[in-house]
């Protein structure tokens, strides 16, 4: 009776190894455990290293993940494109002096180096023809605003500007004068010199230098935030001296620097409105080199109010006119916006395509910033 129970025992011994072992072997890695994603189809079971047998790696991001990421990192950028782009409509208002004409028909080439204008503007003063030192001083800052350098400019319209008599000209370098200290961040200065130039066209009866002044005024406020007092100037006192002398396009420009100032304040609504009249004006006197701007402001305001297939078709047609303008930061501006329309929509492939025109722009545009994301 005794060795019919040890007999028990070790028959229930046996089968609880081999259920065991069933087990562990049960356990060993096998085509069906293979990497769930797919990706891991080879491995060695027998592995005794550190680390497990198998890493199971997580599926690649897909292409729509990666261009999503990639428009979040560059988004930062927009404001330095923003300035940019105000810069440019900033040189794109300074006046031209009487004798921009002839210099140009006198003088060509223009000089090419710091050295050959200082040279002329010196020589002609030392002749006592001061207008035309004068005109060719305002050329040269022009080249220096399209470098970049404002301090040089407006030292070179300070120059020009010594011994002058008190005129057309005079004015138009004061004008500009201005404008460049705006550009350089010097609004006090600006408003001083614009605070001077409005009381001299008031006294000379110049309507259109008024209006003029009236708007960079609105500017310098909208600066200093003061926006309020810049839509009013512009409104008030600048909109009634246009309609006045019927300049049409200097009413445009009103328009659209006021939609602009709306736009700052996140205005929309009132932006369109105005930026719409501005666009019917142009169009009615043919004023194409104002529409891609208008246009791009449209689907802008378009897209802040996330109404995305409006803001498509008007982005659209900004980025054709600007490309015909040749207008590459209006293009950049355009390039980033309307990719991220694209992204909105769903419309992946077009967003792709627009982020390639984008690091094409920005590389000529902005060469030490644009490096791939």
């Known amino acids: 009776m005794m060795v019919n129970q040890e007999i028990v025992k070790k028959f229930w011994l046996l089968c609880s190894v081999l259920a065991l072992g069933s087990t562990l072997k049960a356990q060993v890695p096998g085509p069906q455990i293979l990497d769930p994603s797919g990706f891991v189809t080879k491995y060695n079971p027998t592995f005794k290293g550190i680390g497990p047998e198998v890493y199971v790696l997580p599926a690649p991001r897909s292409r729509q993940e990666v261009l ?3 428009y979040k990192e560059k988004s930062d950028f927009f404001d330095s494109i923003s300035v940019k782009l105000d810069y440019q409509y900033l040189i794109e208002g300074l006046k031209n002096t009487s004798n921009k004409g002839y210099i140009l028909q006198n003088f060509s ?3 090419n180096t710091d050295s050959e204008w200082e040279e002329l503007i010196w020589k002609l003063q030392q002749n006592n023809n001061k207008a035309l030192a004068a005109g060719i001083a305002n ?11 404002t301090n040089k400019a407006i030292s070179v319209l300070g120059s020009g500007m010594n011994n002058l008599q008190s005129g057309a000209d005079r004015m138009v370098l004061q004008f500009n004068l201005a404008n460049i200290f705006l550009l350089n961040g010097n609004n006090k ?6 605070e001077t130039f409005l ?31 810049a839509e009013n100037t512009i409104i008030r006192r600048a909109i009634p001296l246009y309609n006045k002398i019927k300049d049409a396009k200097g009413k445009v420009n009103a328009w659209t620097t006021l939609a602009r100032i709306y736009q700052v304040q996140n205005k929309h609504t009132e932006a369109q409105w105005f930026l719409i009249q501005a666009r019917d004006l142009a169009l009615t006197r043919d004023y194409g080199n104002d529409l891609a701007e208008m246009e791009y402001m449209l689907g802008y305001s378009k897209y802040i109010q996330q109404n995305y297939k409006v803001a498509k078709l008007e982005m659209e047609n900004a980025r054709s006119m600007a490309s015909l303008e040749k207008n590459k930061i209006l293009q950049l501006a355009i390039s980033d916006k ?3 329309i694209y992204l909105k929509l769903g419309y992946f492939k077009e967003a792709e395509t627009a982020l390639e025109d984008y690091w094409r722009l920005r590389r000529e545009i902005f ?7």
């Open 189 to 194: 200065e600006a408003i001083a010199i614009q």
């Open 338 to 340: 309307l990719g991220d």
């Open 68 to 70: 999503l990421d990639t």
């Open 367 to 373: 060469p030490k910033s644009a490096v791939d994301l």
């Open 139 to 149: 050329e040269y800052s022009l080249e220096l605003l399209r470098k970049g350098d």
């Open 109 to 111: 080439p223009l000089p």
């Open 199 to 229: 009381r001299n066209a008031t006294i000379n009866k110049n309507i259109n230098d008024q209006a003029d002044i009236l708007v960079g005024i609105a500017i310098s406020e909208a600066h200093g935030k003061n926006y309020r007092a």
